[in-house]
């Protein structure tokens, strides 16, 4: 099988296209054949191996995997003998995180991983691009902010991954939403069901006063001490994105005060957590309440490419690469 390979740490050029035997399921495994596979901001960042603190979990001097690529979409090929819960030419999507290896054309997945039944009203491309956003952002909005009906949200990075994500989340959930983006995205992010836009090149909105329930900075770029007065009494700063000045307020604020500042790793959460999010976000699906936003789709020799636009930080929704035809 066709696979884009990495053996070094690096900027965007290191993927290599190679010749891979193709892979076979074991008892309790299935081989998918993939179809579109994303390229997240995460995924730019394993790449770098930067932040150096994840190579804990990817490897110190180089990566543990040959082959990066976390979120797919695909069908069935074959089933291990002891698999009941999917059959051959099942269409799937899911995330295969601890592993890799969705930039390929097949990839082997536990029947008990992050793995689900593909609904009928979604793309391959959009299933592969939407899962890191959407089960990212309903860990941030459900179990971080105990989002509930009538609170005040704010998304900052509204049209992101995580961002197109949670304003669709924050809307289906009854909350008022306000999506930071700029005015480029403005008619998307209201589309998907902002009530106000701020565009963040015209306005600060950490300058608002005693405003929002949450404030969800999808892409970490404000901070908790600059946030503060726009949060309501008991207002949370929720933040995927990691770094000293988060840890410390989220320390400070487990003791002090009434608002709060919190993170969490969406990928360490425990697999039977990841599932419940990944069941929440698929009904969304059937229901018609949550879409996936492609901006752009790669061939998969054009993985370079696809992670040079990815670092660039101005993606809309979600980029993917395309291994095999549907
Ligand atoms: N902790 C976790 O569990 C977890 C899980 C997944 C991802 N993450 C992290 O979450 C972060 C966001 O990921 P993502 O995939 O959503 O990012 P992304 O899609 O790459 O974000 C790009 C978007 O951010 C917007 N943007 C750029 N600068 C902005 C600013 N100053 N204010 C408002 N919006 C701005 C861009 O809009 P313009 O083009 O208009 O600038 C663009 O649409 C990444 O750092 C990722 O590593 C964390």
């Not at 500042?261 to 969406?266: D, L």
Request: net charge neutral.
């Amino acid at each position: 099988m066709k696979a884009m390979i990495t053996t070094a740490y690096g900027s965007a050029d290191v993927f290599q296209l190679k010749e891979l035997p193709k892979p076979t399921a074991g008892p309790n495994e299935l081989l998918i054949k993939i179809h579109a596979s994303s390229v997240t901001k995460a995924d730019t960042m394993m790449r770098t191996g930067k932040p150096y603190i994840g190579r804990l979990f990817t490897g110190i001097s180089k990566p543990k995997m040959e082959v990066w690529g976390c979120g797919f979409a695909g069908t069935v090929e074959a089933v291990g003998s002891a698999v009941s819960k999917f059959k051959k030419g099942d269409k799937v999507f899911g995330e295969n995180i601890n592993q890799m290896g969705a930039y390929a054309e097949y990839i082997i997945l536990q029947e008990n991983g992050i793995l689900a039944p593909l609904p009928q009203n979604l793309s391959f491309e959009e299933a592969a691009g939407m899962c890191d956003g959407a089960i990212t952002s309903l860990n941030f909005l459900l179990n971080l902010g105990k989002i509930k009906k009538g609170d005040k949200v704010l998304i900052n990075g509204a049209s992101g991954s995580l961002g197109t994500a949670a304003v669709q989340i924050a809307k289906y959930y009854g909350a008022d939403v306000s999506g930071v983006c700029s005015a480029k995205n403005a008619e998307m992010v209201k589309a998907l069901g902002a009530d106000k836009t701020i565009d963040y090149k015209e306005e600060d909105f950490t300058q608002h006063e005693n405003t929002y329930d949450l404030i969800y900075d999808t892409v970490g770029k404000s901070s908790f001490s600059a946030a503060k007065k726009a949060l309501t009494e008991n207002g949370q700063y929720l933040s995927p994105v990691l770094g000293m000045p988060l840890m410390v307020d989220m320390i400070k604020t487990a003791v002090y005060g009434k608002k709060k500042a919190k993170f969490s790793a969406t990928g360490a959460l425990p697999l039977k957590e990841t599932k419940r999010l990944m069941e929440i976000m698929r009904e969304m699906i059937e229901e018609g309440k949550l879409y996936g936003v492609i901006d752009r789709c790669y061939d998969l020799e054009e993985l370079s490419e696809a992670h040079q636009y990815v670092d660039r930080g101005h993606k809309k929704g979600n980029v993917v690469v395309l291994p095999t035809a549907a």
